[in-house]
């Protein structure tokens, strides 16, 4: 009984340092989605993934189910944590990082994330961007993809703004037509400048 609680035991801890071991891992390796993997990126991470269970392949049963187990309780036990904390989501997830500033390559930025100018660029053209210049803020997320702020005169007219020019044009700069709220300031942070000071001063960043 003893021999069989130790094995637990061992299965347990091998569990857990085999989990940490292969986050780090993937977070080393850069942050890059199934669908944007290389050939050579795919295979790699096949290989670690069987060399990091191969410790815990065992024709015993019992000791093959708690190592299941053990992956499945922690793997809950992180979503928890990270749904919890918005630090310890940071922390295993990285922050989105800064590629386009006011239309200029953060270069220095490109280079931590191992992210060339031509793949970049099929970012953007991906997202029906044409030119760098009529990009504000651009960033790539914790996830590998990318996402985007366009500059003020690249964005697309919004029914709010059309129903202010028309009314101005038919009842005057100085008036509105009947019905019509005036524009109040968005009280929320924006997104991206969220990105550039950190996101500490923003209030009820984990769920409750």
């Given at each position: ?104 390559l953060q270069l220095q930025n490109m280079k931590k994330l191992r992210l060339t100018v031509d793949a970049l660029e099929m ?86």
């Amino acid at each position: 009984m003893n021999e069989l609680w130790n094995d637990l035991w061992n299965e347990v801890w091998k569990s857990l340092a085999l989990i940490i071991f292969g986050m780090l891992v993937l977070r080393i390796s850069g942050r890059k989605s199934i669908s944007q993997m290389t050939v050579p990126t795919t295979i790699t991470m096949i290989s670690i993934g069987t060399i990091i269970v191969q410790p815990i392949a065992d024709e015993n049963l019992v000791l093959t189910l708690t190592a299941a187990l053990v992956f499945i309780l922690v793997l809950i036990l992180v979503e928890f944590m990270q749904v919890r904390w918005s630090r310890f989501e940071k922390w295993i997830k990285g922050p989105a990082v800064i590629v386009i500033e006011n239309g200029q390559l953060q270069l220095q930025n490109m280079k931590k994330l191992r992210l060339t100018v031509d793949a970049l660029e099929m970012k953007l053209r991906q997202q029906g961007i044409s030119k760098r210049n009529d990009v504000k803020t651009a960033t790539i997320e914790p996830n590998g993809l990318l996402g985007y702020e366009l500059q003020d005169s690249a964005k697309p007219v919004t029914l709010s703004q059309l129903e202010d020019l028309l009314s101005q044009y038919f009842n005057g700069a100085g008036t509105r037509h009947q019905g019509a709220a005036p524009n109040t300031p968005d009280p929320e942070v924006n997104l991206f400048s969220e990105i550039k000071v950190g996101n500490e001063h923003v209030n009820n960043k984990r769920l409750q």
